[in-house]
Nanobody
Framework: QVQLVESGGGLVQAGGSLRLSCAAS????????RGWFRQAPGKEREFVAA????????YYAGSVKGRFTISRDNAKNTMYLQMNSLKPEDTAVYYC?????????????????WGQGTQVTVSS
């Protein structure tokens, strides 16, 4: 059974930091591109960041560029999202995902596997 499990969410004050992790099990995702998406209440799911299978190329939404860093450790089958300088508008459920290929990394429907999500709340 393929599973992606997020962890590391929580409550933090504005300006603070959190590090999300996404551990994969059931298969090796070293050849898969990985991504982070988020969904705030009443809003559609939106792209946050993505990383190619090798980790050599990363992509970010404009709203998080310069504050968030995506990385992966293929030996551990795990992906990370370091979030710094958090803002109240970053409050959302954060989801990790995995897909084959590199087409449409910023588009949620191109992803094959999803985690259950982890809540991030940033207080002002």
């Amino acid at each position: 059974q393929v599973q992606l499990v997020e962890s590391g969410g929580g409550l933090v004050q504005a300006g603070g930091s959190l590090r999300l992790s996404c551990a994969a099990s059931g298969r090796t995702f070293s050849s898969y591109a990985r991504g982070w998406f988020r969904q705030a209440p009443g809003k559609e799911r939106e792209f946050v960041a993505a990383i190619t299978w090798s980790g050599g190329t990363t992509y970010y939404a404009g709203s998080v560029k310069g504050r968030f860093t995506i990385s992966r450790d293929n030996a551990k089958n795990t992906m990370y999202l370091q979030m710094n300088s958090l803002k109240p508008e970053d409050t959302a459920v954060y989801y990790c995902a995995a897909k084959t290929g590199t087409y449409g990394l910023g588009t949620s429907y191109t992803y094959d596997y999803w985690g259950q999500g982890t809540q991030v709340t940033v207080s002002s």
